[in-house]
T-cell receptor
């Protein structure tokens, strides 16, 4: 079966532009996570959904970042008025159930470069 | 607040040697611990997942152990090969404050010398 997919794989944006990053989790997976990975660093948590409910958005760095998962499947991470410090790889992961020790499956990431 | 630390940050060893990567975490209230591999410019590949009730997991030349009480995990790689060169990330899924999130270490960059 298909794994987690993300699009686009690469995105170049001029400073001040808005961008939208898409994540297609594995079908039927309840949990969905977004992470931001700066160059040379480990991924850092941004936000977490259980179905369509955004249960934790404590990692979003500013109010320019917004995530949604309206039907409990596909999720979109939107960044408004992009800044150079937003340049990073954005990773999406899904997990079969809600809370618990279930394995996380990661997508390939979207590399965002803000010029 | 859960914190995950990986030591060393970088490691170079000759081909054929056995090696150990270390991961420590500050809070033992975890669901599981997962080791990932990341090649340059690529996503994460899951290597081993250890549930909180388990002590170790093995896959081929890889063995991961978990000591939850001391907040430590190790990834043992036997008979290293140049193809093992990558960044290895440790991640803990924890439920602090009723939140469910995955906290990553900064990784160990491994280089196997041919």
């Amino acid at each position: 079966g298909a794994g987690v997919s993300q699009s686009p794989r690469y995105k170049v944006a001029k400073r001040g532009q808005d961008v939208a990053l898409r994540c297609d989790p594995i079908s039927g997976h309840v949990s969905l996570f977004w992470y931001q990975q700066a160059l040379g660093q480990g991924p850092e948590f941004l936000t977490y959904f259980q179905n369509e409910a955004q249960l934790d958005k404590s990692g979003l760095p500013s109010d320019r970042f917004f995530a949604e998962r309206p039907e409990g499947s596909v999720s979109t991470l939107k960044i408004q008025r992009t800044q150079q410090e937003d340049s990073a790889v954005y990773l999406c992961a899904s997990s079969p159930q809600g809370t618990g020790g279930y394995e996380q499956y990661f997508g390939p990431g979207t590399r965002l470069t803000v010029t | 607040k859960q914190e995950v630390t990986q030591i060393p940050a970088a490691l170079s060893v000759p081909e054929g040697e056995n090696l150990v990567l270390n991961c420590s975490f500050t809070d033992s209230a975890i669901y599981n611990l997962q080791w990932f591999r990341q090649d340059p410019g690529k996503g994460l590949t899951s290597l081993l997942l250890i549930q909180s009730s388990q002590r170790e997991q093995t896959s081929g030349r890889l063995n991961a152990s978990l000591d939850k009480s001391s907040g430590r995990s190790t990834l043992y790689i036997a008979a290293s090969q140049p193809g093992d060169s990558a960044t290895y990330l440790c991640a803990v899924r924890s439920f602090m404050n009723r939140d469910d999130k995955i906290i990553f270490g900064k990784g160990t960059r491994l280089h196997i010398l041919p």
